[in-house]
C-alpha cells in the first residue's frame, strides 16, 4: 500500500513514514501544499496523511481541491488542532478520518488500514476467498488455518488483488503497489509473481486456481468457478 504524507515538519514526517514502513507501507512525503498536489497529479495512492498547518496552502484548501476534482483517495487529517469546529469542517468537506497529534502509532495505523478496507468496500481486515484468507491488518494469507508462506513482494500482489477483488487490475497496478513508482522492473515480474502465488494456493487447495487471467487486461481474483473441497476431502486425497 502506498501512502501520501503531508507534513512540515521534519521530525513528525520522519515519524510517520518510520511507523507505517516498519509496518510494510510505502510513503512518499510532501513538506508543503503545492508538492503534496504535485504528487497526487501523477500517483495513485491508498491513502494521504494531510497536516492542516502547512506552510503555503493549508490543509483545508488541499482537502477541498482534492475531492472538487472527485479524487476519492481517503484522506486522514493529522492535526495539532484539536478544537470541534475545525473537527467537523474537515470531515464535512470530505475527510474520511482526523487525528490529533500527539498520536499513538498503534492508532495511526489501525485507522489507516481501517481506511483502506472501507474505500475498498471490506468491512473485515480479513478478506475470504473460498478457503483462503487474507488478512490485510497482519499481512498474511492463510488457508485452511494453513499460513502460507510467501514474499514481501508476493504478498503484496496477493494484497492488492484481495482488496480489489472482483476488479481486473493491470499488471502497471501491481508494480505502483509493489514499489510505489519507485525502481520499478520490467512488467513481466508480475507474471512470475503471479505464477508463485497459483503454484502456492493450488498446493494447499488441492488444485484450486483463484487468479484469473483476463487477457490483454490483466488478473482479477475470484472465487473458484469448481466446487472447493474441505479439509478433510484434502487430507482424504
Known amino acids: 500500500m502506498r501512502l501520501l504524507v503531508v507534513e512540515d515538519e521534519n521530525n513528525i514526517a520522519k515519524r510517520i513514514e518510520l511507523t507505517c514502513t516498519s509496518d510494510g507501507l510505502i510513503c512518499h512525503l510532501a513538506e ?11 500517483y495513485d495512492y491508498d491513502a494521504v496523511i494531510l497536516d492542516l498547518m502547512l506552510p503555503d496552502i493549508d490543509g483545508f484548501e488541499i482537502l477541498s481541491r482534492i475531492r472538487a476534482i472527485r479524487n476519492s483517495t481517503p484522506v486522514i487529517i493529522l492535526s495539532g488542532l484539536t478544537s470541534t469546529d475545525d473537527k467537523v469542517k474537515c470531515l464535512s468537506m470530505g475527510a ?3 487525528l490529533t497529534k500527539p498520536f499513538s502509532k498503534v492508532e495511526l495505523l489501525a485507522r489507516i488500514y481501517a481506511i483502506i478496507r ?38 503484496s500482489v496477493l494484497e492488492l488483488l484481495a482488496l480489489k477483488k472482483g476488479s481486473v487490475l493491470p499488471k502497471e497496478a501491481f508494480l505502483n503497489h ?5 525502481d520499478e522492473p520490467e512488467l513481466k ?11 502456492k494456493i493450488a498446493d494447499l487447495t488441492g488444485g484450486l486456481n483463484f487468479i484469473e487471467t483476463i487477457w490483454g487486461r490483466g488478473y482479477t481474483l475470484r472465487d473458484a468457478e469448481n466446487e472447493t473441497p474441505t479439509i478433510e476431502e484434502l487430507k482424504v486425497g
Not at 178 to 182: C, K, L, N, T
Not at 189 to 199: A, E, G, Q, Y
Open 32 to 42: 508543503n501544499g503545492s508538492e503534496a498536489l504535485e504528487m497526487l497529479k501523477f
Open 96 to 98: 474520511d478520518d482526523y
Open 189 to 199: 515480474i508480475v507474471d512470475v509473481f503471479i505464477c508463485k502465488l497459483r503454484k
Open 118 to 155: 472501507r474505500s475498498s468496500g471490506h468491512f473485515s481486515s480479513i478478506i475470504k476467498v473460498g478457503p483462503m484468507e487474507v488478512d490485510i491488518r497482519q499481512r498474511c494469507v492463510k488457508i485452511y488455518d494453513m499460513e502460507m508462506p510467501l514474499t514481501s513482494k508476493e504478498y
Open 178 to 182: 509493489i514499489y510505489g513508482g519507485m
